[in-house]
């Protein structure tokens, strides 16, 4: 029975999805082009700092190596991209293995960690997005969540058990990991502690982390701002902050690209009251084709003139097999970490 309801659910989210979608092309005319030009300029602007954000982390925990701040930018690029396009946030994946054959002598987690640098400042700033979104009168509250037409928020909000049951065998998985992984606990919390190094330098964190990722949610409040312009919704700063309230919401459930069908769900419900249901999911379908074609355009064009690969598939196939030969040769450079080096330079 949950198997049928799951599958009804599911062919309902995606009919309403290809329902905007329509919606939006029917509503091309109407769009206010300068506006979206300017909102997609403003939100490439917020990747490029937060990729810079990185990159100072990255200097930090390797200060001995010499490696190109263009190249974290493709990685970042490259992942966000593949992001919006594909479901699973498997552009993660493609983020830690460009990023770790951009270093010379780096393990997958010291890069990783440093990628998660930005997490103390950005989970700052969600906490006060959620809060003023759930205490504004339109925001669903959890228990409604249930009730939109969003496959994958609604059929986990609606089964509760099979929700708390997933989360407890991910739990139960990686208690076996890490015990698995017992022998080489010490190594591995090492190179961790070494991917935090900036954290323990607040001056130096605030300076190069923090003050880029204050301007990259600047920049990405202006795009938003102009993207709500764009597709005649009305910029303000109240919108704005329930825009990022959708954005943080559809991000905890990555079962779809870009969380696509919750973000449609849930800003008919926002904006029911600011515009009619067919320009509101004009706008949320608009903005959302808008951001993946510029993250997966030059993502793409990245991967393809600053890493060599001809494809996004070929750069995941080539960072498993360079993470199965770093694990078998006991965290050494793979054979993919020296083929897709370029010229070292620190900027």
């Known amino acids: 029975m949950t198997a049928v309801l799951a599958s009804a659910s599911f062919s309902k989210s995606i009919d309403s999805f290809f329902d905007a979608v329509g919606k939006f092309f029917s509503d091309l005319a109407a769009v206010h082009w300068g506006a979206l030009i300017f909102a997609m300029v403003l939100f490439a602007l917020n990747l490029t700092l937060r990729s810079r954000a990185i990159f100072n982390s990255m200097r930090a925990a390797y200060p001995h190596e010499r490696f190109q701040w263009r190249r974290i930018w493709g990685a ?67 228990p409604d969540f249930a009730k939109l037409n969003a496959f994958d928020l609604s059929f986990l909000a ?92 559809s991000g905890m459930i990555p079962l779809a690209p870009g969380g696509v069908g919750i973000q449609q769900a849930l800003f008919v419900k926002v904006f029911q009251h600011s515009a009619s249901s067919a320009v509101v999911l004009a706008y949320s379908v608009g ?29 995941i196939h080539a960072g498993r097999a360079d993470r199965a030969a770093e694990g078998g040769a006991g965290e050494e450079p793979g054979p993919a970490t020296e083929a897709r080096r370029g010229p070292r330079e620190r900027v």
């Open 76 to 142: 970042y690029f490259a992942a966000v991209g593949f992001n919006n396009v594909v479901p699973a946030r498997g552009g993660d994946v493609i983020k830690v293995f460009l990023a770790k054959n951009s270093i010379p002598r780096s393990t997958y987690a010291t890069v990783a960690a440093t990628i998660y640098t930005e997490a103390p400042f950005d989970a700052v700033i969600g906490v006060f997005v959620l809060i003023f979104a759930f205490t504004q009168g339109v925001f669903p509250k959890p």
């Open 158 to 249: 609606s089964n509760f058990r099979l929700t708390l049951f997933l989360i407890t065998v991910l739990a139960v998985l990686g208690i076996v990991g890490f015990a698995l992984l017992s022998r080489r606990v010490v190594a591995f919390w090492e190179r961790i502690r070494q991917g935090l190094t900036i954290l323990r330098d607040r001056h130096r964190y605030l300076r190069q982390v923090v003050a880029f990722q204050a301007v990259a949610w600047l920049c990405r409040a202006g795009a938003f701002w102009f993207f709500l312009d764009a597709f005649r919704i009305g910029g303000s700063v109240g919108n704005v902050m329930l825009v990022f309230g959708v954005s943080a919401v």
């Open 287 to 315: 903005q959302q084709i808008a951001i993946a074609a510029l993250t997966a355009g030059v993502g793409f064009i990245a991967l393809v003139t600053i890493f060599r690969f001809r494809s996004f598939k070929e750069a």
